[in-house]
């Protein structure tokens, strides 16, 4: 591991740490050329699906640029860097367990719009005014009412049962 400061290889770990729910582990490393201390961190070389952009162009998957849509979409939100790392984790996770060699841009950015919905509604419509390419309020007016058609919904089959009963007084 080559210093970021001064570019000495010679280095020691000080200390090590699991972190992000134990997928990577943080190592605090001293240099001992200039002294100076750094961070580096492990994982597992994960092997992801290719993307398969809108204009049939394939590229590999790259996580620093959902990271950063991610990031753009929550910027002024009230959403932490760690809940946007773990949002980033999910979807890397649901796109390893689907198996698949190649899925597509379409299915990356729906992915991370169900989970952006669930944290905060205002980084979602960010998410999806750039996925859906929002051309006029009338895009927004039509995904805050599909919004809260999908809540209604949500809302009713959490309380069917209780709102039946009500009705028929049993």
């Known amino acids: 591991m080559q210093c970021p400061f001064c570019s000495d290889d010679g280095n020691r770990v000080i ?16 240099c001992d050329e200039c002294g100076r201390r750094f961070t ?10 290719r993307v398969i952009k809108h204009d049939e162009r394939r590229e590999e998957y790259d996580r620093h640029k959902l990271l950063r849509g991610v990031e753009h979409a929550c910027v002024k939100r009230p959403v932490s860097t760690e809940a946007v790392e ?21 299915h990356i950015g729906r992915r991370v719009l169900e989970e952006l919905s669930a944290i905060d509604v205002l980084a979602a419509v960010r998410w999806a005014s750039v996925f859906h390419n929002f051309s006029s309020p009338r895009d927004y007016e039509a995904f805050f009412e599909e919004i809260g058609a999908d809540k209604a919904e949500n809302d009713e089959a959490e309380s069917g049962n209780d709102d039946r009963t009500l ?4």
Not at 86 to 106: C, K, P, W, Y
């Open 15 to 30: 200390d090590s740490r699991l972190a992000r729910d134990g997928s990577e582990i943080r190592r605090r490393r001293e």
């Open 167 to 170: 009705r028929d007084g049993r």
């Open 86 to 106: 773990r949002l980033v984790d999910r979807v890397e996770r649901s796109l390893q367990e689907s198996g698949e060699r190649e899925v597509t841009s379409d």
């Open 40 to 49: 580096t961190r492990e994982r597992v070389d994960e092997v992801l699906p």
